[in-house]
């Protein structure tokens, strides 16, 4: 079993910027999909980020062209750069890892929470 430990949340005003991490206590192998999740107060978890096996990333249109999906290999963690942040972007953002067909998986962290403050 892989543990996912996020960090990187905290308090921000609006228009700064957060990187998240997300850090595998082994190494990812093979995996289908990364995805980055968000959750405000009252509210289901909405997918954010995914980056996918072959390099290509999908973002919410609501975070395009300001949130950035990464893998480093060598470090075996996910990272979530956040750029011009809004109070809309504020809740608890987890990881998701996985892996389909043979040898699957489906990994999760903890949550990091992140507010968006004035």
């Known amino acids: 079993q892989v543990q996912l430990v996020e960090s990187g949340g905290g308090l921000v005003k609006p228009g700064g910027s957060l990187r998240l991490s997300c850090a595998a206590s082994?190494?990812?192998?093979?995996?289908?999909?990364m995805h980055w999740y968000r959750q405000a107060p009252g509210n289901q978890r909405d997918l954010v980020a995914t980056l996918n096996k072959g390099g290509s990333t999908l973002y919410a249109d609501s975070v395009k062209g300001r949130f950035t999906i990464s893998f480093d290999n060598a470090e075996n963690t996910v990272y979530l750069q956040m750029n011009s942040l809004k109070p809309e972007d504020t809740g608890v953002y987890y990881c998701?890892?996985?892996?389909?067909?043979?040898?699957?998986?489906?990994?999760w962290g903890q949550g990091t929470q992140v507010t968006v403050l004035s």
């Open positions: 998701n890892i996985i892996r389909r067909g043979f040898g699957a998986y489906n990994y």
């Open positions: 082994r190494r990812i192998i093979n995996f289908s999909t």
